[in-house]
């Protein structure tokens, strides 16, 4: 028995006459949005190609998401049947793109006529025929041109008007043959914050400068110059709402508190309200808009935490039962990952009978941020939440306001991280804060700053955070703390600290990447210029940053050998390739050390004019040095300074 084998009838398949490959940018075929910056231009790259040797016609057309008509963008031709074209969203939001291509008949008897008539063949026949195409492109000034007349002698005079520019665009814009169309494929374009940003961590309730005193609003205000003396883009307020008491942890995690302990500021909600309420020890809500605008004042902004959990004492567990998920004994299973438990902290149920109320009113808190005046949201622990929510939350938000930025904060498996990316997080937490050896940092940003991650994936580096003190940390050496803040630095646009960190607060939970009297669990007062803080080289490090562009962005990265494992080097450029910067800096203490700067084929300037590097100037003491035989012979004290920064010139 013979097989039957189904095809579709011949003209189902003219469509395909002309095929568009490999689109660029786009992620996952474009199942997923890659991401821009608004007021850059964006290069879009395709693959096409059709048999034979017709010429091919191309143009890019895009649009904003929610609009309907199209803008159209002529492609070239840049090599190897590669098609490019770019354009310029100029405000953030969602927006799509496309590729058209077809074969242009006139300019393909173009070409032929002009290599036929070159080598002296009979033309005639030919002129006829491009003739008879244009007449067939309806194109009627172009008729008017070549004249009435049916007569051999006509037709050869009129060659001059068909070989002309303008006839050969008019029939440009004529009947395309084959057109074909490509898939649509999205982009999100996003405001410059989402790519660079210096970030500084505090603990609203630890800004006083009275013992046991809970801090308030106002101190946090009075803290604002300081921080922004230091360079510092955005303000990250670790959870501002009212706090439970059923449950409510002590000092270190206890189980218990005592009289006095304020609890975890993780532990939401409260007979005061839930997370779209302040905790009254902070002050009110009109206090919170006083230090929104005074952080504007400043030139910094807020993030807030957004911590979807509830104390056991939330206005929704008593008002929305169905939101949570009980346990044979009617009890609500308080969160926990195991071996860790979170007696005081209870997490809603996504799917249940009621999740369509659940997610609109988390929808709706973030909006009422957002009306606050808060335009970041750092995401507690998103991957254990379902990722259909918050590409569903961030969709909706960023409908309202496209200025709205979520920073992801999952430590968690590579994949996860980056299927966060891809569903809308505009930054991601990262593993920087355990890539301590040369090779290690590496691979981990090549891997981070290749394709396809750099297209959606953008890494936000922070040196320590409440819950983690790395170990590398915990010797609180001087040397270490500077050389972690000046890879954070330079190595990602985006990076943070945790407030004590310019202290080099380091005790330890013996045993534990953990904080010893963490915050978290009680109230804590500093002295934030005490003696040995490295405050002054934190404000120089964001200087050198907002000073050179080249920094203030993460994918275009190149690693440099370096004749010494103890120092990791590399060139950044700025994404318009008119700034470069060369760092160096050690990852151990002993020193100094001389090493060898090696540039190798190294580039830098426009793609138009791409040069290696000649020359490079010490951003700090501006010291220059000429790059001979390739390279840099350089000196590096950990001791003094464990990072060296230059501007590159070529």
Not at 63 to 82: F, G, I, K, T
Not at 470 to 487: C, D, S
Not at 586 to 594: N, Y
């Amino acid at each position: 028995m013979t097989a039957t084998v189904s095809i579709s009838p011949v003209g189902d398949l003219s469509h395909r006459r002309t095929l568009i490959e490999n689109i660029y940018p786009s992620v996952e075929a474009g199942l997923f949005a890659a991401k821009r910056i608004a007021g850059e231009p964006v290069e879009i790259w395709a693959d096409i190609m059709r048999h034979g040797h017709a010429v091919l016609g191309a143009a890019l057309l895009w649009r904003p998401e929610a609009a309907q008509q199209w803008a159209r963008v002529p492609m070239r031709l840049h090599e190897n049947d590669r098609w490019t074209a770019s354009f310029t969203p100029l405000i953030p939001g969602r927006y799509v793109y496309a590729i058209e291509a077809w074969m242009d008949p006139f300019a393909t008897w173009r070409r032929d006529f002009l290599a036929k008539r070159k080598a002296g063949l009979d033309v005639e026949l030919d002129i006829r025929e491009g003739r008879e195409l244009l007449a067939r492109l309806n194109l009627r000034n172009v008729e008017h041109a070549l004249g009435q007349g049916s007569q051999d002698s006509d037709v050869i005079e009129a060659v001059d008007v068909l070989l002309s520019e303008e006839v050969a665009a008019a029939a440009a814009k004529g009947q395309r043959t084959d057109l074909t169309r490509s898939a649509i494929y999205p982009l999100v374009v996003d405001r410059p914050r989402a790519r660079a940003g210096a970030w500084y961590e505090m603990v609203p309730r630890s800004q006083g400068r009275i013992a046991g005193r809970h801090g308030t609003f106002d101190d946090c205000i009075s803290r604002l110059p300081d921080i922004a003396a230091l360079g510092f883009d955005v303000l990250y307020l670790t959870p501002i709402h009212p706090i439970g008491r059923t449950n409510r942890k002590g000092r270190n995690n206890a189980l218990r508190a005592e009289t006095g302990d304020p609890g975890s500021f993780y532990a939401i909600g409260s007979s005061a309200g839930g997370h779209d309420a302040v905790h009254p020890e902070l002050g009110t809500l009109a206090d919170f808009r006083r230090l929104v605008t005074a952080c504007a004042d400043h030139g910094l902004e807020i993030a807030l935490d957004l911590a979807v959990q509830c104390s056991p004492d939330h206005p929704w567990v008593s008002d929305h039962p169905g939101w949570f998920r009980r346990r044979p004994d009617g009890s609500i299973q308080y969160a926990e990952n195991p071996p860790k438990k979170y007696e005081d902290i209870v997490n809603p149920e996504f799917y249940g009978v009621e999740s369509e109320g659940l997610w609109t009113a988390l929808r709706d808190v973030v909006l009422f941020w957002v009306d606050q005046g808060v335009r970041i949201f750092r995401v507690d622990n998103p991957h254990t939440k379902p990722f259909a929510f918050w590409e569903w939350l961030i969709w909706n938000v960023q409908s309202v306001d496209p200025n709205v930025l979520f920073l992801s904060e999952a430590f968690t498996r590579p994949k996860v991280m980056k299927a966060l990316a891809k569903l809308g997080f505009s930054q991601s937490y990262t593993y920087f804060t355990w890539r301590t050896t040369k090779e290690g940092l590496q691979a981990y940003l090549s891997e981070i700053t290749g394709y396809p991650e750099r297209e959606y994936f953008r890494p936000n580096f922070f040196v320590s955070t409440p819950d983690i003190l790395p170990l590398h940390l915990q010797t609180g050496e001087p040397w270490i703390f500077k050389a972690r803040v000046a890879l954070a630095a330079t190595l990602s646009g985006n990076y943070g600290i945790y407030n004590g960190f310019e202290l080099l607060e380091h005790e330890p939970i013996p045993g534990k990447e953990e904080y010893l009297d963490s915050e978290k669990y009680q109230l804590k007062v500093r002295d934030w210029n005490k003696p040995g803080n490295i405050k002054a080289y934190i404000g120089n490090i964001n200087r050198m940053r907002r000073n050179n562009s080249a920094l203030l962005q993460t994918s275009n990265l190149r690693f440099a050998q370096l004749d010494d494992d103890a120092v990791i080097g590399f060139v950044k450029e700025s994404a318009a390739h008119d700034n470069a910067v060369a760092v160096a800096i050690a990852l151990a203490k002993e020193g100094p050390r001389q090493f060898w700067f090696h540039f190798g084929n190294i580039e830098i300037g426009p793609a138009t004019e791409r040069r290696r590097v000649r020359a490079i100037e010490n951003l700090t003491t501006g010291e220059r040095h000429t790059v001979e035989w390739g390279g840099v012979r350089l000196r590096i004290d950990p001791s003094q300074d464990p990072a060296l920064l230059f501007r590159c010139f070529a």
